[in-house]
């Protein structure tokens, strides 16, 4: 009996669940639903994850590490002092 009773009920809160954790984690769908269903506020909402750094490319990876030599090892800070001075031709 507590099944029909209940049963809708917990479905309900089964689903409110699973958009619970789907806004914790940044889908802004479930974040929007979230807030039309409880009446909530933009400001009040969870606040949204940042956008990813977009990640280099192989070659201009290397360019950087190129013009940024690591100091920590001999070859890096002989590239470093090198980078320094004016070259002579």
Do not use: C
Not at 13 to 40: I, W
Not at 48 to 63: D, H, S, T, V, Y
Not at 69 to 75: G, H, L
């Amino acid at each position: 009996m507590d099944e029909l009773a209940f049963g809708r009920d917990l479905k309900i809160a089964d689903n409110l669940e699973r958009l619970e954790k789907a806004a914790s984690k940044g889908n802004v769908a479930a974040m929007k639903h979230l807030a039309t269903r409880f009446d909530l506020a933009p400001e009040r909402m969870a606040p949204m994850r940042p956008p990813k750094q977009e990640k280099l490319g192989k070659k201009a990876q290397a360019q950087v590490d190129a013009e940024n030599p690591d100091i920590t090892v001999p070859m890096g800070e002989m590239m470093a002092r090198r980078a320094g001075s004016s070259r002579l031709n």
